[in-house]
């Protein structure tokens, strides 16, 4: 069975400064990695995923994540945070299958 | 392209009641369905899946259940709740690709 660890429960940035949100994966073999985002009142939205090609992988609204396997961590950055990034961020596994393991959660606030 | 619909989004039910959520699928078929649950500070956990009508796989021993009795219908029940029943159920579809509803928050007390 494989475990998602996120490092942060809650990470607060000024708006225009960049963003790191961590997250660490358990798993004997390369699973296929998500990142997930969650506005209040909103279903899970998919920000990128890694699926085995490229290990920088990039997502939509300027987020991006790399996949390093020798630290078994797939972290999240976006280089300037604007207000509109405050949500739940979610780090995801799946396995071959089909089943998914889910991390906590990272809760993200932006200060103006 | 998936669509979700799963309400409500809040429910608030006294210990010993029963609970059905609805989660219906629109744009695909015969899709895998799953229903996950994330407890206070912890990820969410998969409780029960299913890759076709009257066919449900359960994660983990649990006061729930789960039921599919159409294509795209997945209903979670419970007889009686328990105060540990309380979390957010979230219900999702892969067919391909994952979609996700909205989600329901339910506290119990």
Not at chain 2, 2 to 15: M, S
Request: with cysteine.
């Amino acid at each position: 069975a494989q475990s998602v660890t996120q490092l942060d429960s809650h990470v607060s940035v000024s708006e225009g400064t960049p963003v790191l949100l961590r997250c660490n994966y358990s798993s004997s073999y390369s699973p296929s990695l998500f990142w997930y985002v969650q506005h209040p009142n909103k279903g899970l939205q998919l920000l990128l995923k890694y699926t085995s090609a490229a290990t920088l992988v990039k997502g939509i609204n300027g987020f991006e994540a790399e996949f390093k396997k020798s630290e078994t961590s797939f972290h999240l950055t976006k280089p300037s945070a604007h207000m509109s990034d405050a949500a739940e961020y979610f780090c995801v596994a799946s396995s071959g299958d089909y089943k998914l393991s889910f991390g906590a959660g990272t809760t993200v606030t932006v200060r103006a | 392209s998936q669509t979700i619909h799963q309400w409500p989004a809040t429910l608030v039910q006294p210990v010993g009641s029963p609970l059905s959520l609805e989660c219906t699928v629109e744009g695909t078929s015969n899709p895998n369905l799953y229903w996950y649950r994330q407890a206070a500070g912890r990820g969410l956990q998969l409780l029960f899946y299913s890759v076709g009508i009257g066919q449900i796989s359960s994660e983990v021993p649990q006061n729930l259940s789960a039921s599919r009795p159409q294509d795209r219908q997945f209903i979670l029940s419970s007889k009686k709740l328990l105060l540990s029943d309380s979390g957010f159920y979230l219900c999702a579809s892969l067919a391909p690709g994952y979609t996700f509803g909205s989600g329901t928050r339910l506290t119990v007390v």
